[in-house]
Every structure is written in C-alpha cells, then in structure tokens.
C-alpha cells in the first residue's frame, strides 16, 4: 500500500505539472476546459482472469482539454479501488478469495466534437485515447493458496473509446459532463501474463 501511495503521489504531480502547459490556448478560437469527476468501472471478461465476477471501481479523476471547437486534445488523471470477493485461478484450480484493488492511470488522447463544440447549451462529443497505468491486487492473507501470489503489482497498458455529453452554463463556463467508455486493458496480475482489466466506465463530472 505504501508503494502505491507514493506512485499514486508521482502520477498526480506529473499530471498537475504537465496539464498547464499542455492545455495552454495558444490563438484565436482555442480554449481549455478542467475537470474533476467521479467514475464507476464495470469489469468484464472470464472468470479467473479477471475481475468480472468481483466488484465494481470507483474513483476519481482529474480531465484537461484544449483545442478549436472541433477537434481538442486532453490528457486523464485517474485514481480508484475495487473490493470485493471472486474466484482466481491457482495454476488449474479456482480459488475464492476477498481482494482489495487499487490502480492510477495517466491518459492522452482527443476529442471530436461532430457538430462544432458551443461555449454555452448541449454539446455531443466522441473520443479516445492511450494510457499507461500501475496496478496492486492483494488477496486476502487467510487464503490457502499453492502457487498463486497473494499480493501482487504491475503497471499496465491499455485504450479508451468514448462519448460523452457536455452542458455549459451560460458565460460563466462552468459546466456538467457525462462519459461513458469501453476501456480495454490488461496487466500482469493475480498469475496471468495478461489479466484482463477491460470494462465500461462511467463518470460524471464538473468543469470550469
């Protein structure tokens, strides 16, 4: 847990020091939006090789974009945890164990706005984009177990695909955002070389 927490630390200052300069309007007809949001993963894949079968993440997020009103850049902070008790595979048998998960994920990507992105009302938006992650699955000590390891860490990889629905206030810029993604991602975890992280998120979150 100490180790993820100062990971944790590393990817939210590398984030905070990057964002500005990143999302910095740079001429006519460019602008940058913040974000910070809460999110729910729902897992999928097959049992044992992946946390289909436990609970849903929650967590945060802190999302930065900027670009013309058609095409923007962003780059994605997330921090989350899933609890909850499912069957891992012990080399062929399948072992039931309370787990605990923690992860952090730094994205980039970009956004398309198909009908161009208004600074006030209902704007619709598609995107996608790359990230990189690390990732702590710790099963609970009181299960017996063979050959499987009962805590384990490993950074990960994966893709996202999204739409989204963005309401902006007025003048003011404040505004409210609701995404959904299919987010694709594998790490090594819990005695697979590729344990899947795949899923559905959701996250709704408020912009300035």
């Known amino acids: 847990m100490r180790t993820f927490g100062a990971v944790l630390l590393l990817t939210l200052f590398s984030i905070v020091s990057i964002a500005p300069g990143f999302c ?27 946390l289909a079968k436990g609970s849903p993440a929650v967590g945060v997020e802190f999302f930065r974009d900027a670009g013309g009103d058609i095409f923007r850049g962003y780059i994605r902070g997330r921090f989350g945890s ?14 039931l164990s309370p787990y605990t998960f923690y992860f952090a994920q ?23 984009g790359g990230y990189v992650s ?16 009962t805590h384990q860490t490993s950074p990960g990889y994966g893709y996202s695909a999204a739409v989204g629905v963005e309401m902006l206030f007025g003048m003011s810029k404040k505004l409210l955002n609701f995404e959904m993604s299919y987010r694709q991602e594998s790490a090594q975890l819990a005695g697979q ?16």
């Open 24 to 50: 910095r309007a740079s001429g006519p007809g460019e602008f940058r939006t913040t974000k910070m949001g809460l999110f729910q993963t729902v897992f999928s894949g097959d049992e044992g090789k992946s």
């Open 82 to 95: 899933s609890s909850g008790q499912q069957n891992f595979l012990d080399g062929t048998d399948k072992v």
């Open 106 to 128: 730094g994205e980039l990507g970009g956004m398309f706005f198909p009908v161009p992105r208004r600074e006030s009302g209902t704007n619709l938006y598609l995107s996608g």
């Open 134 to 149: 690390y990732n702590q699955l710790s099963l609970s000590t009181s299960t017996t177990v063979n050959s499987l390891k």
């Open 193 to 208: 070389t590729r344990f899947d992280l795949t899923g559905l998120t959701f996250c709704l979150s408020y912009g300035w």
